[in-house]
């Protein structure tokens, strides 16, 4: 059947694609111009395949459903799908010269824009979706899918040297008084993951099916772990105790010479944040950004855990009553004033900077300011089906590899604070924006 779509609906995901293809030009002015060749992560793509990737994304998603669009450039529709790819898992290994030159890219990019834009203003009918699937959600799959690489991609545009950067002002910090750690009692109930299927909510594949999970009584930490106590940790030799390390993280921590947090440097006898734009004193009562690896061995040295996302998804959105909350804080729309997220700041805020975001619990900085680490591995929800047309987005990734990710970070978009909202990573990967807080059970 074709494809149904309201005016209204339509006319606001249209508006909602403007804004982040905003939201992707604005990250991708950050990067000088003779620097969209490097590569500042050297497991990642050079940054030049995804200026390319986001509309190559969205062409080879929407094309074979809105009528009369033929490829003018197949080539690079394949190119900026997949990249150059390593041989053998090995890092890449591709030079700049491998690739189109920047002004091939900006014209293959204003093209997709415009076929795509006029097509998706036509108020006539338009071709079948797979699987029976609306054109509301592949607009949502193209708008998340571009946020969220605008968000991946300023963990990549964070590593690179600050003279191949535009240098951007960064709002004035509030004062603050040092948080103090403690724990807050959570009593025993049920945890609702997921969204039912014929939610009205987007939702990617791995977000369903809705489902509900007892959950016995634990203790959670009110804030994130701050740089502070990480830097005990550190200063205690937590990173030379080898029982706090599981095996293949050790491994990777030795091979690696990992010895502090990606984004620590150490100046004399002194620790330095690495910032996007600059290096500043390390700030004690930001969240510390960590590998789950790191985050691990820090709760093995605490003499606790980190929880599972079930226990994370209870404390962050769950009542004494029993029923659940929207957000942590109630029903009310996200806002600046109850967490750092929606691109408002490049840096971390102090981790009691948002009291009025807390959970009912009191549990307090959940949303926003980092994503948190869960000891639970990445896998499907029972009555999990693979999106049709995006057949590899999650399951690709139930591996046993990756491990949960609740919460958002700054640079996460408001979209993507619902409840159900997962995310994932490696263990060994350090360089995301993702912080921790323990349990105790």
């Not at 793509?45 to 062409?59: P, T």
């Not at 097509?119 to 699987?131: I, N, Q, V, Y």
Request: charged content about 25%; aromatic content about 14%.
């Amino acid at each position: 059947m074709p494809i149904a779509s309201s005016g209204a609906v339509r006319g606001g995901l249209l508006d909602r694609v403007d804004d982040a293809r905003r939201r992707s030009d604005e990250l991708f002015g950050i990067v000088r111009p003779d620097a969209l060749y490097e590569r500042p992560i050297p497991e990642r793509h050079r940054i030049i395949f995804y200026v390319g990737h986001l509309e190559a994304f969205d062409w080879n998603l929407l094309h074979g459903v809105l009528p009369d669009l033929k490829a003018f450039d197949p080539e690079l529709d394949r190119l900026f799908a997949f990249g150059i790819d390593p041989v053998n898992g090995s890092l890449p290994a591709d030079q700049p010269s491998d690739w189109p030159r920047l002004g091939a890219i900006q014209d293959y990019v204003s093209k997709i824009r415009a076929a795509l834009d006029e097509k998706l203003e036509d108020e006539g009918s338009f071709g079948r979706a797979p699987d029976g699937f609306s054109l509301e959600t592949l607009l949502n799959v193209a708008i998340e899918h571009r946020l969220m690489h605008v968000e991946t991609l300023a963990y990549m545009l964070h590593q690179l040297p600050w003279h191949q950067k535009v240098p951007h002002k960064a709002p004035a910090d509030r004062i603050f008084p040092p948080s103090t750690p403690s724990m807050i009692n959570v009593p025993s109930g049920v945890a609702k993951l997921g969204l039912p299927r014929a939610s009205s909510v987007f939702g990617w594949d791995n977000e369903f099916e809705a489902h509900e999970v007892e959950v016995p009584a634990f203790e959670i930490d009110r804030y994130k772990v701050t740089n502070r106590e990480y830097l005990e940790f550190l200063n205690s030799g937590g990173y030379d105790g080898r029982e706090l390390w599981r095996l293949e993280d050790w491994h990777w921590k030795t091979n690696e010479h990992i010895s502090h947090p990606a984004f620590w440097k150490k100046a004399g006898e002194n620790w330095l944040f690495r910032g996007m734009f600059e290096e500043i004193p390390l700030p004690l009562d930001w969240p510390v950004f960590v590998s789950h690896a790191e985050a691990s061995a820090f709760a093995n040295w605490a003499g606790k855990c980190l929880p599972t996302e079930k226990e994370w998804q209870r404390a962050a959105y769950g009542t004494m009553e029993g029923k659940e909350r929207q957000y942590p804080w109630g029903f009310n729309p996200p806002e600046g004033g109850l967490g750092n997220f929606d691109f408002e700041r490049w840096n971390p805020a102090p981790v009691n900077a948002f009291p009025r975001g807390e959970s009912a619990f009191g549990v307090q900085d959940m949303l926003g300011n980092g994503w948190e680490w869960t000891s639970s591995e990445f896998a499907p929800f029972p009555g999990f089906k693979a999106f049709s047309f995006y057949k590899g987005y999650s399951a690709d990734f139930f591996d046993g590899k990756h491990f949960v990710l609740k919460g958002a970070s700054p640079r996460t978009a408001v979209c993507m604070l619902r409840p159900s909202f997962r995310n994932w990573f490696q263990p060994h990967y350090q360089y995301v924006y993702a912080g921790f807080r323990c349990v105790k059970r």
